[in-house]
């Protein structure tokens, strides 16, 4: 006879909303989520006791109200005693209602006479009433061996429907079907319904899916290798910034301790001078001087935090307020303060400027920007001639600073651009591996651009491009 589903098509995988997973109780099928619509090909009623039984264990043991409607060859009476032997509290579960085994004959005569809606309606009470008894969910499973052609011409318009009302509760069912009274034609049909058919192949179970199954499922395969690769991706990440991190407080505490150091030095000695009543002013100022010097640094660095900080919490440009302003102006004014610092490292500075560049800027982070272009010469590049330019063209303006040092190789010039980098760090005179990474970061604001130009032995050469205009 022609073989067709009792439970109806499932043209679509469960969604992944459908998680948590059911252990189905079948090695061959393993975890299935709630929604879940399959069917078995059986040969004799060993078939069924190795599939059925591991079946409604797995749903008694998960807290789930379990269905089992029988039919030759493997009546209630025999579906009962084999469970008990797999459960041996099955007539507990039995007496408070977690499982009902159950003739198909008992079962037709209950619901032979209703519509497919009722029937699907009923379904969804029964899954209504074990949520409210407090049971996961509802596990069923129903043979159509008894089922005559003529018994058939009803389950139409029920096929059609019922995957859906499955899919949206908490149900798994698994239908069926007997192979000697399957044609060819019958096993496709019945395979092309259901998500997944069992089978039976030298004592072994086996999956037959059918073709939107295996789409589905290897779309899902590829998606989750997308998603495992970026959970990697992501984790070398959280691990790079954690190491940063605490690369970066190592130095932070090293580099706030020198001027605090160095503060307390002097604030001591003019305190034990004032007390002997030895200090004069000639003896206070150079001390002084050096007070505000180590106050400055301070000051440095806890801005220099202050805008990794900023940049860590967001992936924005850092904040900058353009005004109108003379940029050769301005890098003079920055040179000039530079100028004690840049003799004690014999570094020889020549500035080349036009009479006057305007633009639109914020002129503390150009200043913060040729700051530490200059302190990068000093400290990589002590004892040779540093070179600052600034110059106009039409809708932008260019910064440039050269000097003589030993050249960054090529390999590592993308790198200094980078959050903490240090080359040489034992040669250089300290500092939190920022400098070039902020000054990327302003000129990024700007909207400009900043190369790098640089040979070992031939020095190394900053050039920043900066538009004029007053940003949108």
């Known amino acids: 006879m022609q073989s067709r589903c009792c439970c109806g098509p499932m043209h679509k995988v469960p969604s992944p909303m459908n998680l948590p997973l ?28 190795d599939s059925l039984v591991p079946y409604f264990k797995a749903g008694l043991e998960n807290n789930e109200h379990c269905l089992w409607v029988t039919s030759a060859p493997f009546g209630a009476q025999d579906a009962r005693t084999m469970l008990r032997n797999a459960v041996p509290d099955l007539d507990q579960r ?18 032979g006479g209703k519509s497919a809606d009722e029937v699907l309606q009923g379904w969804v009470d029964r899954h209504g009433r074990a949520l409210a008894q407090g049971y996961a969910g509802l596990r069923l499973t129903g043979n159509t061996y008894w089922l005559e052609r003529k018994d ?41 319904n259901h998500q997944f058919a ?54 932070a505490s090293h580099e706030l301790k020198t001027p605090i150091t160095s503060l307390q030095l002097y604030v001591e000695t003019l305190l034990r001078a004032n007390h002997r009543g030895t200090l004069t002013p000639d003896q206070a100022a150079p001390k002084l001087l ?18 990794v900080s900023r940049a860590s919490l967001s992936d924005d440009p850092l904040p900058i307020e353009p005004e109108p302003m003379d940029l050769a102006e301005m890098a003079r004014s920055v040179s000039e303060d530079f100028a004690e610092g840049l003799q004690r490292a014999g570094c020889r500075l020549r500035v080349q400027a036009d009479s006057a560049v305007v633009g639109h800027w914020d002129r503390m982070r150009l200043e913060q920007l040729v700051t530490n272009l200059l302190s990068n010469a000093i ?65 990024d604001a700007h909207g400009g651009s900043i190369e790098l130009f640089s040979k070992p032995g031939e020095g190394t050469t900053f050039k920043v491009t900066l538009p004029s205009h007053r940003s949108a």
């Open 198 to 251: 069992l089978i039976r192949q030298a004592g072994e179970w086996e999956l037959i899916e059918s073709a939107s199954m295996k789409s589905a499922k290897a779309e899902l395969h590829k998606l989750n290798t997308e998603l495992e690769q970026r959970v990697r991706e992501r984790t070398a990440e959280l691990q790079h910034a954690l190491r940063m991190r605490e690369e970066f407080l190592s130095v």
């Open 379 to 443: 400290k990589y590049a002590p004892g040779t001639d540093v070179k600052l330019s600034v110059h106009a063209s039409e809708g932008s303006a260019t910064l440039v600073v050269s000097d003589g040092g030993p050249g960054i190789p090529k390999e590592s010039q993308q790198r200094v651009f980078e959050r903490f980098v240090q080359l040489s760090p034992k040669s250089h005179a300290g500092g939190f591996g920022l400098g070039l990474w902020i000054v990327r970061s302003i000129v």
């Open 94 to 111: 039995i007496s408070r209602g977690q499982i009902e085994i159950i003739d198909h004959r008992d079962w037709y005569m209950q619901s």
């Open 290 to 307: 050096r007070v505000k010097e180590q106050c400055g640094r301070l000051e440095n660095l806890i801005n220099t935090m202050l805008d």
């Open 22 to 49: 059911r252990p189905s109780g079948i090695p061959a099928v393993g975890d299935l989520p709630w929604g879940s619509h399959f069917c078995q090909f059986y040969g004799d009623r060993d078939d069924l006791v």
């Open 152 to 192: 058939w011409s009803g389950f139409v318009d029920y096929e059609a429907r019922v995957s859906d009302t499955f899919r949206s509760h908490n149900i798994i069912g698994m239908c069926s079907y007997c192979l000697d009274r399957c044609g060819p034609m019958d096993v496709l049909e019945v395979v092309r």
